[in-house]
């Protein structure tokens, strides 16, 4: 039965319009397959096919012309804006879909559970080097980063660096999901990603006064932690039909509540 | 053993003799002489035509005003500034809204990798060779060859795949190196995949020296060690070299096992236990998120220039060298 249906989607493939290809945030992608699988078996005409790369990656795809949706978990730059308006002829239309925390991992047996902004700023500008001087024991701090196509590394350079380069030491990793593994290994790692990917790590809280904010969805969603962002979608000025649908589709409460159940916290 | 030292005809000679007893063939030897030239040139060609097509992508880096100004020779190659209050330095930080294009930390790291893994694979790989080719008996040469030769059939993404998982927690327990990632794993990660390149080239070196010359030395006295270690090895010297040569190359250029291992942390630093980017592994990471006919497009392609000429150069260097001391045999009078 099942092999059947199988060649029947095959055979009728042909038939549907080109697939709707998302592009961009490695932060979104699992999050816009699971979107996208729900949109499908919502309306059999729909196909979306949905690739990571980064948030520039999926940018860059849509001013390439090869993808019809860039997944993006930073607001657009205004170089990227104005090459989208050299080859649209009109700004891109911006949609937020989901909110996310930028959260700070160690390894869980790294005693330091809260920093301070300012700490997590020397931390990954290199200033200082050692846990020692943070509150921690003495030894070296293995920064892990992301590369730098990544929207999570530009919104971290951005709101904790203030544009300022990230230390040459901190490695760059593909995906949130490779820093997460890399600091559960790494005994005196410090990484950073999505929030809702932390497994087997600890998330650093952000010490703001006498209080450390974890990225819980209240703090996240009423703005009290420091690290929150609205991840987007970008689309052409004029989207095409299939587009159009996939997008009311994931800003249904349907899709939002996906959204929570995955970790990340809706708009509303 | 004999087969060795069988007389073998010259290629060329036994062609001419072919030729000559039978005129009607003339024409079919003349085409098959043609579509093989024609192949030889096909290879050449592709070469030629993949540098110069590397070349023209990267060449707006040169010629494109706004690219030169973000790019210059001396932004590529020289400490530039990055942060107030901090000393000129080499950075790699291509997207940023002040690019920094430092190439020095990329080469460095390049190096640094490449020689841990040459370092380590070498001496391996040719004593290995040395063993099958002069000590080992024939069921053993022919059990050692096939498995030696399997191992560079393993996919590298396997290999850092190991690395990354098994081979960093061993190695970072054992050494207590500050960082998992570094430039001894991705080496160590990378000697796996040239010992076989080292083995196989070294080990065809050692057999085709002539088995008489081992015969001169067993009937001077000399022992099966002596044969192997003054009179094998120094005349296969040039076959030898030939696989370090390789086996530099193959690791100059290797990808997916130091995008894996290494960090990826474009430092400049002497140390082979801290991180570091490669050259490969910086085109291979950031050729996904570039703007066609960008800056950074075309630094990709410069830096796959660079990768280029540092083998051309290398293979050069390495092949005149050998040619000067074959020459120089030649000259003493040795077959």
């Known amino acids: 039965m099942r092999a059947l249906s199988v060649i029947l989607a095959l055979l009728g493939a042909p038939a549907l319009a080109e697939p709707l290809t998302v592009k961009g945030s490695d932060t979104l992608v699992g999050l ?38 860039a997944m993006s978990s930073r607001p657009i730059s205004d170089r990227e804006r104005e090459r989208l308006i050299a080859r649209y002829g009109a700004p891109p239309r911006e949609v937020a879909v989901a909110r996310d925390g930028v959260a700070f991992f160690v390894n869980a047996e790294n005693p330091v559970r809260a920093l301070t902004l300012a700490q997590l700023r020397a931390l990954f500008l ?30 971290v350079r951005e709101r904790l660096l203030e544009n300022e380069e990230f230390a040459p030491r901190a490695q760059p990793l593909p995906g949130t999901g490779a820093v997460v593994n890399a600091v559960s290994r790494e005994r005196w790692g410090l990484g950073f990603g999505g929030a809702a990917f932390a497994r087997r790590v600890a998330t650093l809280g952000i010490q703001v006064g006498e209080r450390a904010i974890h990225p819980t969805p209240e703090a996240v969603r009423d703005g009290s932690y420091p690290l929150a962002r609205d991840l987007y979608f970008y689309l052409p000025p004029e989207p095409s039909p299939a587009a159009r649908r996939f997008l009311d589709f994931v ?12 970790g990340f916290f809706s708009l509303r | 053993m004999p087969d060795r ?28 002489e043609l579509a093989v030239t024609a192949a030889a040139f ?3 060609a592709a070469v030629v035509l993949i540098l110069l097509f590397i070349a023209k992508e990267a060449l707006p880096l040169f010629l494109d005003p706004a ?33 920094k294009v430092s190439v020095v930390p990329l080469l460095l790291g390049t190096l640094k990798v490449s020689s841990v893994a040459v370092a380590l694979a070498v001496p391996v790989g040719v004593a290995a060779a040395l063993f099958s080719s002069e000590f080992a008996p024939r069921w053993l040469r022919e059990l050692l060859k096939p498995v030696v030769e399997l191992l560079a059939g393993v996919p590298s993404v396997v290999l850092g795949f190991f690395a990354l998982t098994t081979l960093a927690t061993a190695l970072q327990d054992s050494f207590e190196l500050p960082y998992r990632l570094n430039a001894l794993l991705a080496g160590v990660a990378m000697s796996l995949a040239i010992v076989p390149i080292v083995f196989t080239v070294a080990e065809d070196a050692f057999t085709t020296v002539p088995g008489t010359w081992r015969e001169a030395s ?85 830096l796959g220039v660079l990768l280029f000429i540092f ?25």
């Open chain 2, 67 to 99: 690219q030169r100004s973000d790019a210059s020779l001396a932004k590529l190659f020289l400490p530039q500034p990055w942060r107030t209050g901090q000393p000129d330095a080499l950075i790699w930080q291509p997207v940023s809204q002040v690019p």
């Open chain 1, 251 to 262: 800003l249904s409460d349907r899709a939002q509540a996906q959204a929570r159940a995955a």
């Open chain 2, 5 to 32: 030292v069988l007389p073998v005809p010259h290629p060329r000679r036994l062609l001419q003799g072919g030729s000559r007893a039978r005129p009607r063939g003339a024409l079919t030897d003349k085409l098959v």
């Open chain 2, 42 to 44: 096909v290879g050449i």
């Open chain 2, 218 to 302: 067993f009937a001077l006295g000399g022992t099966r060690w002596e044969t192997a270690v003054r009179v094998v090895l120094p005349a296969a010297a040039p076959g030898v070299l030939g696989a370090c040569v390789l086996a530099f190359g193959r690791a100059a250029g290797e990808t997916m096992i130091v995008l894996m291992a290494s960090g990826n942390a474009a430092l400049v630093s002497g140390s082979i236990v801290d991180p570091a980017r490669t050259v490969a592994a910086t085109i291979a990471a950031e050729m996904g998120e570039v703007v066609v006919g960008g800056m950074h497009y075309s630094l990709l392609f410069f």
């Open chain 2, 311 to 335: 083998n051309l150069v290398l293979n050069a260097t390495a092949g005149a060298w050998v040619r000067a001391r074959v020459r120089r045999r030649e000259g003493a009078g040795a077959p």
């Open chain 1, 32 to 69: 816009v397959q699971r979107w996208a699988a729900s949109a499908m078996k919502e309306d059999a005409a729909l196909e979306v096919q949905v690739t990571g790369g980064g948030s520039g990656t999926g940018l860059a795809a849509l001013e390439n012309g090869s993808t019809d949706v």
């Open chain 1, 126 to 155: 290199g200033d200082v080097s050692r846990w020692s001087d943070v509150g921690g024991p003495d030894r070296l701090v293995v920064l892990y980063t992301r590369e730098n196509s990544s929207g999570t590394y530009a919104f």
